[in-house]
């Protein structure tokens, strides 16, 4: 009778211990799950965020539009109005292409090489997306302003932006909110700290005078002769 | 002896009830939450491209007013100004264009192999390369996922994701180019990155196409708030 009862102890101590091990390592690996689903989770709330704030932008612009119509639907003052109205558009889709010389707050940073690594593509386009990022509303490196076909490449020891070669010190001047752009620059472990790293002299002023100059418009930059317009 | 088996038994059952809380606790919280949010994600998607669409219903009609009222007073100054705005728009990437070009497209491996995963997904500085490649040949209109390119678009991998200028999109990446399709065919083709990408598996196809449509650029706000910090130097 007692080796029974030992027997069966020693036996439901033992299933015990393999159900709790068992257990254990289901927790650990559900764990590991949830970590996942957590990363899965942040990653669905970044994009439930951006899609928000879009629609409450496009719900605005709705409403704009939808003035505008109405506004040329029952006008009583006249064709001056449209026309204004038209000039505008005009003028600022040549400021979106890039055609027109533009001024307004903003940064201004000039980079040069100092030790042993040379100012790459790379390195000018990284600091151009860190201020894209930002908003800037117009850019330009050494002048040469930023637009849709703007490429940045090495060609040699230089760099090669709307066709044209760049040599260093690069200047690249921004127009937008200065302290933000300087910010997100000057972030830990951001580009600066990058460029510090390389040995680059780095100078960078925020300016309430950042004059930024029009592409040239001889149709090498700004190409068209390809293009079809759609209509819709 | 008695009092001894009676304070196991109180003992076990805590303990099966602890295991038991945790074991659920572990599972369901996050599952929960990330089915409710992706359900509110897809009604968020639903109403954004509802509203693109009501914005471009709108947009037509404007244009259509536009137009008529040219036609109508048969003002001069007003048929150019359409003229000039129309051809300032095709500049901006205002405007939807079709043209000769070559469409690419790209998605991560589908297996993992030896190297290092990093190897086997795509990066904001392979597409940005191919960007740089197709306007340094040449190409005069270039969209991501319908995204038109313009001056302030910087392409972002965001894990198995890219987000193009306001918008999100899961792959296949498809960048279209409207230029000279045997130079931007060459020049894609034989890229060093591209070479990379292909020994490690990642999908790169390259079609010269007659008719590639690149998408004008949408407008999330009016261009007047877009440029709201600059004005206009006249020399």
């Given amino acids: 009778m007692k080796t029974f009862k030992e027997i069966s102890l020693t036996m439901v101590c033992l299933v015990l211990g393999i159900i709790v091990a068992w257990q254990f390592r289901s927790v650990k690996y559900n764990q590991v799950l949830a970590q996942y689903e957590k990363k899965n989770v942040s990653e669905i709330i970044d994009e ?7 629609n409450d932008k496009l719900k605005v612009r709705l409403q704009e539009l939808q003035q505008e119509v109405d506004a040329f639907k029952n006008d009583q003052t006249g064709d001056q109005n449209r026309l204004n109205a038209l000039e505008k558009s005009v003028l600022e889709a040549r400021i979106m292409a890039g055609l027109e010389t533009v001024k307004g707050t903003g940064i201004v ?15 000018i386009e990284e600091l151009l997306n860190e201020l894209k990022a ?3 509303q117009a850019l330009c490196v050494n002048d040469e302003r930023i637009v849709a ?15 044209r070669q760049l040599v260093p010190p690069y200047t690249i001047k921004a127009i937008g909110n200065p302290g933000d752009m300087a910010n997100s620059l000057r972030l830990l472990g951001g580009i600066l700290e990058k460029f510090q790293y390389y040995e680059f002299k780095v100078d960078l002023k925020e300016d309430e005078n950042v004059v930024i100059p029009g592409v040239r418009d001889d149709g090498t930059v700004l190409r068209i002769n390809m293009l079809t317009p759609v209509e819709q | 002896m008695k009092g ?10 805590l303990f099966g009830i602890i295991i038991s809380l945790q074991f659920r606790g572990v599972i369901n919280k996050s599952e929960v939450s990330a089915k409710e949010l992706t359900v509110q994600l897809q009604a968020a998607k639903e109403e954004n491209r509802k509203l693109l669409e009501q914005i471009s ?15 109508n007073i048969g003002n001069e100054n007003l048929n150019k100004l359409l003229g000039e705005r129309d051809y300032e728009y095709l500049r901006a990437g205002l405007t939807t264009v079709t043209g000769r070009g070559i469409v690419i497209t790209m998605e991560d491996a589908l297996a993992k192999g030896e190297m290092d995963i990093e190897e086997y997904i795509i990066h904001d500085s392979d597409v940005n390369a191919i960007l740089d490649e197709l306007k340094a040949y040449g190409a005069e209109a270039i969209s991501i996922n319908d995204e038109r ?22 792959p296949p990446y498809v960048i279209k180019a409207i230029g000279d399709p045997d130079v931007l065919y060459e020049a894609i083709e034989t890229m060093a990155q591209v070479a990379f990408m292909r020994l490690a598996d990642i999908r790169v196809d390259i079609e010269k196409q007659d008719q590639v449509v690149v998408k004008k650029y949408h407008l999330y706000r009016s261009l007047d708030k ?6 206009v130097v006249r020399q």
Avoid: W
Avoid at chain 2, 4 to 13: Q, T, Y
Avoid at chain 2, 58 to 70: P, W
Avoid at chain 2, 226 to 231: G, I, N, T
């Fill in chain 1, 48 to 54: 439930l965020l951006m899609e928000k704030s879009n």
């Fill in chain 1, 109 to 123: 940073v000039a980079i040069e090489p100092g030790g042993f690594k040379t100012i790459e593509d790379r390195h």
């Fill in chain 1, 134 to 136: 930002t908003d800037a």
């Fill in chain 1, 149 to 163: 076909t703007s490429e940045i490449r090495n060609a040699g020891d230089y760099i090669m932006i709307n066709g």
């Fill in chain 2, 4 to 13: 001894h088996h009676s304070v196991m038994f109180i003992a076990f059952i």
């Fill in chain 2, 57 to 71: 219903n709108v947009e037509a009609e404007r244009e259509q007013l536009l137009n008529n009222m040219g036609d």
């Fill in chain 2, 149 to 170: 390119v313009i001056f302030s678009t910087k392409p972002v991998c965001a894990g198995p994701t890219i987000i193009v200028n306001e918008s999100r999109y899961p």
């Fill in chain 2, 226 to 231: 877009m440029f709201e910090d600059l004005e």
